[in-house]
């Protein structure tokens, strides 16, 4: 247990639906980044919050948003949701001054 | 631009042999972080191993050993014995030195048969 985690593990949705996930960092923990894997791709970077500030942007499309909250709980938004936007979404955790990314149990999102 | 490419789409090899998983990065910074994690079934990702730029000696871990070669960019991970929990995809991993971003390679599917 990487002492991240996230929720929820499941979600069905429908095409053009909104949906929120959500992860809460290790203890301690201030950057936050967020992640797509797509069937049999790798892992897509979309965005890093750092102490509630956003620091880095990947390949995040414009219908989707993240937002790091006080507590450095982090949640990403997708919304007009298409059928490509089924995967497994990773957030992971780093410490202030740590090198390392510790990784949740991933959301699986289906889009139908 | 950074890169990391992990030619090997998949593997397969019989319990007790030995495998290499190659990984190879492109990056203009002079500091830069490398990183292996692995992916089993269930799907979460597991942090393996972690190597900065400076620190070029090999390391072993029981079963695992990671060989890092500054000359030709490369960051290979090697398992010894593999047994059939090995399975998994193998993620290589470059990170810039402010740690703002991570590429990660597509991956290697490691297969080990009984």
């Known amino acids: 247990d990487s002492g991240v985690t996230q929720t929820p593990k499941h979600l069905i949705t429908a095409t053009g639906q909104r949906v929120t996930l959500r992860c809460s960092p290790r203890?301690?923990?201030?950057?936050v980044y967020w992640y797509q894997q797509s069937l049999d791709q790798g892992l897509q970077f979309l965005i890093q919050?750092?102490?509630?500030?956003?620091?880095a942007k990947g390949n995040i499309l414009e219908r989707f948003s993240a937002q790091q909250f006080p507590d450095l709980h982090s949640e990403l938004n997708l919304s007009s949701l298409e059928l490509g936007d089924s995967a497994l979404y990773f957030c992971?955790?780093?410490?202030?001054?740590?090198?390392?990314?510790?990784f949740g149990p991933g959301t699986r999102l289906l889009v139908l | 631009a950074q890169k990391v490419t992990q030619a090997q789409t998949e593997i397969s090899v019989v319990e007790k042999e030995d495998v290499t998983l190659d990984c190879v990065y492109e990056?203009?910074?002079?500091?830069?972080?490398l990183f292996w994690y692995k992916q089993p079934p269930s799907g979460e990702l597991v942090f393996l191993i972690r190597?900065?730029?400076?620190?070029?000696q090999n390391e072993i871990s029981g079963r695992y050993s990671w060989n890092f070669q500054k000359s030709t960019s490369s960051f290979n991970f090697t398992i010894t014995a593999s047994q059939v929990v090995d399975s998994a995809v193998y993620f290589c991993?470059?990170?810039?030195?402010?740690?703002?971003?991570?590429?990660f390679g597509s991956g290697t599917k490691l297969n080990v048969k009984p």
């Open positions: 990056t203009r910074d002079t500091t830069y972080y």
């Open positions: 991993a470059l990170s810039e030195v402010n740690f703002n971003k991570f590429y």
């Open positions: 992971a955790s780093r410490e202030g001054c740590g090198e390392t990314q510790y």
């Open positions: 203890s301690g923990d201030l950057s």
């Open positions: 919050y750092y102490n509630g500030e956003e620091r």
């Open positions: 190597r900065n730029s400076f620190d070029e």
